[in-house]
């Protein structure tokens, strides 16, 4: 039976105040619109996705390179055995496997992290734009605010605060402080006020449903897309975290990739360090391609919450 | 259903503030509900530290007495150290000529992808957002190799092409280099931030000034680029408080090039190596405040100017 009146409360709001579209693609048909493709602005842009796309090229070229020919081959051209698979194989087992522990803990801190991260952000985000309490305004002035500190500023008092605790050297220490998300918040926040129309959420109240109810059963659907778009950037700020778990991890057991991988490069790097430079390659290789699989695979998603996030700026 | 459209009613709604919202009885304090575990983790994560902080910086540990109190003399001695203001000058540098760079070249790109003159715009505009999703680790470890004498590309580039070209590694071209791998990261994310903004334009303002026969370039001049000026101004200031707190590039490209970077290169790579490596927790905590006061006095003058223009 909910269900029933709720969606007849969703259709008049699309013709009502909240459905003032903003041209939608066939309007874009007109002249204006539709002009001439241009090769020299075509080409000129080309330059740009070459400097961006040469380096991750650069990335795969070589880590399909065994050691001895990555020091004495052309870089930007593959040479010798097609080494990509032993590459693999060598980083997942080097050192009695610890860069599949790696990438477990990443996934655990990304798990945690920006879950929970986007789950706040969802929440506080519906509370700032639906509901009108004592102090709104002053939360958000705050939040934003606190963006502009360093996080070396924080690192070093949440470091000596998290020691007390006896929270260092945990999986806690990287976890808790990825959880606030300002920029979650802000996006949610302008998303929500947008997706959801006050008359649905009446018409919940007219039906008897409770506000934890109707957040979860009716308002969580329409959020869907700004959810996926904040999930997706606090899993990169999560996945590609450095500096926070520098400072809190000192046991390799929790190292999450990027620090794992920097300590091999540390120590090819030094003169009597075993040179693992093609693991160093190979484990970047590794590190990226989930999230660069997940933008490609979510792109629908994310970009629509980008642009209504964008209305506001 | 509802899960996988597009919200309805995405473009133009009033900003949060002016929104309507419930106000009435007892649902006042319910939206408090919804914020509060937020706000909790946020007192203890962000809150706390930075109260700490200012408790720290007004302490000093002396071998003999102890910890005590010492007002503002580790601001003090803040504002007579000399390798707090070469970093600070560094950075301040680097703020001065890449972020205009980066920012133009992700303006250029966002208005070259709007124009709808592209061929394979879809493209573009995934590709060139792709390193966004790179870690500052792969994306300082790869340039760097790239940037490298051993098995690097200048060094490849040198060898088979019979080229001289300098070390991107030697100290006075290591801050261009990070430079340009900041650029790198950041160019796409940038574009995007822009594509977005410029994307809600409503499009009969630009057949209105065709009509009033105004060029592609007037229109970018007096269309496009106001309605977009919140955006500039926040690429800009968050290119600003990035660059003020540059840390992961200088500190990973160290063990490549580690006569190039030093402990002091960065304000923030300072107070870590104070915090950490010299145990001068309390004189770190000084400087980290200085450099957040700073990066809020400029964040907010360029918000000032950019808003002002608006008028």
Known sequence: MTTEVLASAVEPSRSGPYAVPRPSRPARRHSVDRPRRSVTLTVLTSLVVIYTLVPLAWLFINATKTQPRLLNSFGLWFSGHFALWDNIRETFTYNDHIFVRWLLNTLLYVALGAGGATFLAVLGGYGLAKFDFPGRRGVFAVVIGAVAVPPTALAVPTFLMFSRMGLTNTPWAVVIPSLISPFGLYLMWVFASEAIPDELLEAARVDGSGEIRTFFRVCLPLLAPGIVTVLLFTMVTTWNNYFLPLIMIKNPDWYPLTLGLNAWNAQAATAGGQPVFNLVITGSLLTIVPLIAAFLLLQRYWQTGLSAGSVKQ | ?311
């Open chain 2, 1 to 311: 259903m509802a899960a996988i459209s597009p919200p309805n009613a995405a473009g133009r709604a009033e900003p949060p503030g002016r929104r309507r919202a419930y106000a009435t009885g007892r649902r006042r304090w319910i939206g408090w509900g919804f914020v509060a575990p937020f706000l909790l983790v946020f007192a203890l994560v962000f809150l706390a530290p930075i109260g700490y902080s200012v408790y720290l910086s007004l302490f000093r540990d002396r071998l003999i007495g102890g910890n005590s109190f010492v007002g503002l003399d580790n601001y003090r001695q803040a504002f007579h150290d000399h390798e707090f203001w070469s970093g600070l000058g560094r950075v301040g540098l680097f703020l001065a000529v890449q972020v205009p760079i980066m920012l133009g070249i992700a303006l250029l790109v966002a208005l070259a992808l709007d124009s709808g003159r592209l061929h394979g715009r879809n493209f573009f505009r995934i590709s060139i957002f792709l390193p966004y999703a790179v870690p500052a680790v792969v994306a300082t470890l790869m340039w760097g190799f790239m940037y490298g004498n051993r098995f690097g590309l200048v060094a490849s580039l040198n060898e088979h092409l019979g080229l001289s070209l300098p070390d991107p590694l030697s100290p006075h071209l290591v801050l261009a280099s990070i430079g340009n791998i900041v650029t790198w990261e950041f160019t796409g994310y940038n574009m995007l931030i822009f594509y977005s903004a410029l994307h809600v334009i409503p499009r009969s303002l630009y057949e209105a000034a065709e009509i009033d026969g105004a060029g592609q370039f007037r229109i970018v001049r007096s269309v496009k680029l106001p309605a977009i000026r919140g955006a500039l101004v926040i690429a800009t200031i968050f290119s600003i408080i990035g660059s003020f707190q540059l840390f992961n590039e200088p500190s990973i490209l160290k063990s490549l090039a580690p006569n190039a970077i030093t402990t002091y290169f960065t304000p923030n790579l300072y107070t870590f190596a104070l915090s950490f490596s010299g145990q001068q927790q309390n004189y770190a905590a000084a400087v980290a405040i200085v450099m957040a006061v700073v990066t809020m006095i400029v964040a907010y003058v360029v918000q000032l100017r950019g808003m002002r223009k608006e008028a």
